[in-house]
């Protein structure tokens, strides 16, 4: 239980850079400063719209703190990639005074990595924000210097896909009206809307770092049937879009009441559900097709494959055994036979983000009592019940992402 304090905004930021000083200092003697290239703080902490509730005791940090660690060598990323989980725990164990209901996520990469990342918006966000907390001040420059017109319609689809696997999970947890999961479950709805806007400004050519700003050039384009960022948001969508920026900017009882529209938790993951299903269909279609395709939507097979990442098959096929070798020979086998070629057509969290927009747009068009389908191999999910399939996908896509399920 969590009971009601008074903090102010400076209590937070007088200890968030002695925390993320003392974080660069855990991971440099750890992985050793003579093979440590740069550690990049990136994501919100970067941006300074980290989300943190100060009206409990402890405070609950809610953000995820992203690291992105550039080692030296081979022989460091192969030693360290599988300790990841290990560097972020320990980074946590610094602020004890703080509840984590997010994660220090300390992703491991090589400096040629840098040069090789894709355009998309957490790439923008990390050249123009991201900061150096250890290392090589200047290994930023490293990073591609994309435009907001250079990023893939792709990347929105993903982007989209991504925040729907997160939301399966969320359909059976707990939010009951006191503690941790109350703030964790309205911020992960908060992150829908907000993903919503960073994809719908990425489609349109015009994305743009902070959510404020996001949020901003949204609600000013809702409806406009001349742009496209107008025909891919609407109003209503643009004022939930606008209110659940607010909570996420600084969650709290009073800015979750202007987000709510009444019903409770489990109504707003029904409307955020909804509102997430029905643009990822309009992303897809200009992902496929352009802006052509909100007119005349391509086939059903063609956006359910406007996610997939790029790459080449023997690309594929190396990051399916890197997925497979932990699971053991006899399911890795399993999957593998029944996957066959489909396995040098797309990456494993292609296929995860595929099949969890199917079984979101299932819950939205026939209801959770509908059985679902099972896929080949079993793999994302084995159940044939709704719930249990939503929440063994959203466990495989936790896995893949952050290297633990329990994130």
């Known amino acids: 239980m969590t009971r009601a304090v008074t903090r102010t905004p400076e209590w937070w930021q007088q200890r968030s850079p002695a925390f993320l000083a003392s974080c660069a200092r855990l991971v ?37 703190v992203d690291l992105a660690a550039v080692v030296a060598s081979l022989a460091d990323l192969e030693r360290w990639g599988p300790r990841r989980v290990e560097l972020g725990a320990a980074c946590e164990a610094l602020l004890p005074e703080v509840r984590f209901a ?14 090789a990342l894709p355009a998309r918006p957490g790439v923008l966000d990390m050249k123009s924000a991201g900061r ?46 006191a503690g941790d999961e109350w703030y964790r479950f309205r911020y992960e709805i908060a992150k829908v809307y907000t993903d919503v806007a960073a994809a719908a400004l ?7 770092a902070g959510y404020a700003e996001r949020a901003r050039i949204v609600s000013a384009a809702a409806g406009d049937a001349g742009s496209l960022l107008g025909r891919l ?51 897809a279609s200009v992902a496929v097709s352009g802006e052509a395709g909100l007119s005349r939507p391509p086939s059903a097979e063609r956006l359910a494959k406007a996610g997939r990442r790029a790459g080449t098959a023997r690309d594929r096929l190396r990051s399916w055994r890197g997925y497979l070798a932990p699971l053991g020979a006899r399911r890795a086998l399993e999957i593998a036979i029944a996957r066959g070629a489909g396995m040098l057509a797309a990456f494993p969290d292609d296929v995860v983000r595929e099949h969890a927009a199917r079984l979101l ?27 249990e399939a939503a929440s063994q996908l959203s466990a495989a896509w936790r896995g893949i992402v952050f290297g633990r399920e329990d994130s």
Do not use: Q
Not at 32 to 56: H, K, N, P, Y
Not at 104 to 109: K, L
Not at 150 to 176: Q, T, Y
């Open 233 to 283: 948001v609407d109003e209503p969508l643009a004022r939930r879009i606008a209110s659940w920026t607010r909570f996420k900017i600084a969650p709290s009882r009073e800015s979750a009441a202007g987000a709510d529209e009444g019903g409770g938790a489990e109504a707003a993951w029904e409307r955020a559900a909804s509102d997430i299903e029905r643009f990822r269909a309009l992303a």
């Open 361 to 387: 747009s299932h819950r939205v068009r026939r209801g959770a009592g509908a059985p679902v389908v099972r896929p080949p191999g079993g793999f994302p999910y084995r159940a044939a019940g709704w719930n």
């Open 102 to 115: 997010g994660r220090v996520d300390v992703g491991i990469m090589l400096p040629r990595d840098l040069a």
């Open 28 to 64: 440099e003697e750890r992985v050793g400063a003579d093979r440590l290239r740069g550690l990049v703080l990136c994501g919100s902490f970067a941006s300074g719209d980290e989300s943190i509730v100060l009206e409990t005791e402890p405070p609950i940090l809610l953000s995820d």
């Open 132 to 177: 150096v907390l250890a290392g090589d001040p200047e290994i930023l420059s490293a990073v591609p210097a994309y435009g907001p017109r250079d990023v893939p319609a792709r990347e929105a689809v993903i982007l989209v896909e991504n925040r729907i696997a997160a939301l399966l999970g969320l359909a059976a947890a707990s939010a009951g009206p």
């Open 202 to 208: 990425s489609l349109a050519g015009s994305y743009r």
